[in-house]
């Protein structure tokens, strides 16, 4: 095996092989994996090793069917198959070329084929047929395999060979051999084509038409015809040929156009933006007014490709997948919105429209409208700031109502409340023990009393808002530690810098708030020695992060409590983030950022 393509790579880089032919290897789809200079120069393709070729992409359409056959028959007989196409290459260039099949390789089947230029005027290398060796067999075997219509006369137009689906199409049988055409098939069809073989006998040159012809039934039968030469018996002169039923296609084609007509038209009065998409052909239409939307002169609107790379790379997936989508599921219409790069360099919200046409089950145009959304969308975003603005505007309101009604009750448990149980503690003073027992009652009495008129105490300067506005936030969180140090035996350090002052008082009392919440965790649950807390400035953020060496907790297996909820709410109505790292046996630590100054 090594040695063959050896052999191979030599024969590609020969310099004689490389003037004089064609030479390139396919595999079974047809897809180039190797070529000479000359077959990568004159048909201005790309080095295999960098991008993919389809050497079927070069044959007109009718020649296709042909070349797969010459692959089929190589592979099964291990012979060469010679084979007339028509490549385009700028223009139709007939050729001949020789399809071999690779028994031993890299690649898992593939086929080394050599071809060669029919010159002008110069007859081609025909086949052989009727019991002249191995080229006909060949012929007989394509004739046998074709799906389309195949045959072969000569020059006093008996027919000579004949495929089975040439036979049923006219309802004859293999007695028809050997007759004169006129006999056997419908004048109608004996006047359009002969006449074509008669310019192929002069010529000696292949020759392709598009024919329609009246059958015995009335209807209108449309063919492409391909017409070529071939050695003949005795010196008479032989043509084969193969005709594909294009009659569908002819008519799509054609109701295609009338259609593509109406849309030309439409698109000149009215005042949308259209497009169309040929998905056969990849080519886009699109409408004046399309065009003036977007600003790019009518020389410049490309492809699809063209128009998904100017879609913002945000929504460039979601619009891909929804083209995907529509053929995938077979949809009838389907609508999307993105951004969309016009040629001022400013980015306009678009919304697209579009329709599927189908035909046989397979989508073959798709044609739509695209409507400029920017302005409708900068006032629903606007509408939407607007709303958001006013939902902030009522919720500051009524947390000043709140921070109020909580002021008022911790006033009043200090004024009224605590009043009343001093009242009852003087009360108590007043009694006189008649014994020991008594006198224990009257000193548990005074002492509870003592006790509800402290924690009332407490509970009141809790609820009661600081007075933010006159001392600074980081005055008021020093009087907390102050109250908690003496109170407790946490020992809590306080770093903080002065920018966190021009916040707005409603942030300053959020942040108050929350040191006060998290300060009543940490001595309630985490049996911590020390905290710290930092109140520092990053960014245009003010970063509050409260740190205890507490017990901790595993945040897998624990929620959080309502204390945290209550935390991460306050925060987050300001726009802030709230991040809180603990594990069991070192301790919590609570960040919160919010924005310096609000963005509206």
Excluded at 87 to 104: E, R, S
Excluded at 163 to 190: C, G, H, M, Q, W
Excluded at 245 to 269: F, I
Excluded at 386 to 406: D, P, T, W
Aim: aromatic share 8%.
């Amino acid at each position: 095996m090594g040695t063959l393509w050896k052999d191979l790579r030599s024969i590609f880089s020969s310099s004689g092989m490389q003037e004089r032919q064609y030479l390139i290897i396919l595999d079974e789809n047809g897809n180039i994996l190797k070529a000479n200079s000359r077959m990568l120069k004159e048909f201005n393709l790309k080095n295999p090793g960098q991008a993919e070729s389809n050497f079927f992409n070069l044959i007109h359409p009718v020649h296709i069917e042909n070349f797969k056959n010459a692959f089929r028959y190589s592979s099964q007989n291990s012979n060469p198959y010679p084979v007339e196409l028509v490549l385009k290459n700028g223009h139709i260039q007939p050729m001949n070329w020789q399809v071999n099949f690779l028994t031993a390789g890299p690649y898992s089947k593939s086929f080394i084929c050599v071809g060669n230029v029919i010159a002008a005027g110069k007859k081609p290398d025909a086949i052989q047929v009727a019991g002249f060796g191995q080229k006909a067999a060949i012929l007989q075997a394509f004739m046998k395999n074709t799906p389309n219509m195949a045959w072969a006369i000569d020059e006093d137009a008996t027919l000579l060979m004949a495929n089975p689906v040439f036979l049923n199409y006219f309802r004859l049988t293999e007695d028809a051999l050997n007759k004169k055409i006129a006999e056997i098939i419908p004048l109608s069809v004996v006047d359009a084509l002969y006449a074509h073989h008669i310019k192929v006998f002069q010529t000696g040159l292949p020759l392709e038409v598009l024919e329609k012809t009246k059958m015995a039934d009335g209807s209108t039968a449309v063919f492409r015809v391909a017409i070529f030469p071939v050695d003949g018996i005795e010196g008479k002169k032989m043509a084969a040929g193969i005709a594909i039923n294009y009659a569908d296609k002819y008519y799509a084609e054609k109701n295609l156009k009338k259609a593509n007509e109406r849309l030309s038209q439409l698109s000149r009065v009215t005042s949308d933006a259209i497009w169309e998409w040929d998905m056969l052909s990849g080519e886009i239409f699109r409408n004046e007014k399309l065009i003036e939307m977007i600003g790019c002169p009518p020389s410049d609107h490309g492809n699809l490709a063209w128009w998904i790379s100017r879609v913002h790379p945000e929504d460039r997936d979601q619009l891909t997948d929804k083209l995907k989508e529509v053929t995938d599921k077979s949809l009838q219409s389907w609508e999307s919105e993105y951004r969309f790069l016009c040629t001022d360099g400013e980015y306009k919200n678009m919304l697209d429209r579009g329709y599927v046409i189908y035909e046989k089950g397979m989508p073959v145009k798709m044609i739509g409208s695209l409507h400029d959304i920017t302005n409708e969308k900068l006032m629903t975003n606007l509408l939407m700031e607007e709303k958001l603005r006013q939902y902030k505007n009522i919720s500051e309101a009524a947390m000043r109502v709140q921070e109020q009604e909580r002021t008022r009750l911790g006033r009043e448990m200090h004024d009224n409340v605590n009043q009343l149980l001093s009242t009852i503690k003087m009360f108590i003073g007043l009694l006189t023990p008649a014994n020991a027992q008594e006198q224990e009652i009257k000193q548990k009495a005074s002492e509870y009393t003592l006790l509800a008129i402290e924690e009332i105490r407490k509970l009141s300067r809790e609820m009661v808002s600081p007075q933010l506005n006159g001392d600074s936030l980081a005055e008021n969180i020093q009087k907390i530690i102050s109250d908690i140090e003496l109170s407790s035996g946490l020992r809590i350090r306080f770093a903080f810098d002065s920018d966190h002052e021009i916040l707005s008082p409603g942030k300053k009392l959020t942040l108050y708030r929350i040191v006060q919440e998290q300060l009543k965790n940490i001595i309630k649950y985490s049996k911590a020695k020390k905290a710290e807390i930092l109140l520092l400035t990053r960014d245009n953020q003010v970063q509050l992060s409260i740190k205890d060496d507490g017990i901790g907790f595993d945040m897998k297996k624990t929620n959080p409590g309502i204390g945290l909820a209550s935390i991460r709410d306050r925060a987050n109505f300001y726009n802030g983030k709230t991040e809180i790292i603990a594990s069991p046996g070192k301790g919590c630590e609570v960040t919160v950022s919010i924005p310096l100054l609000d963005s509206d």
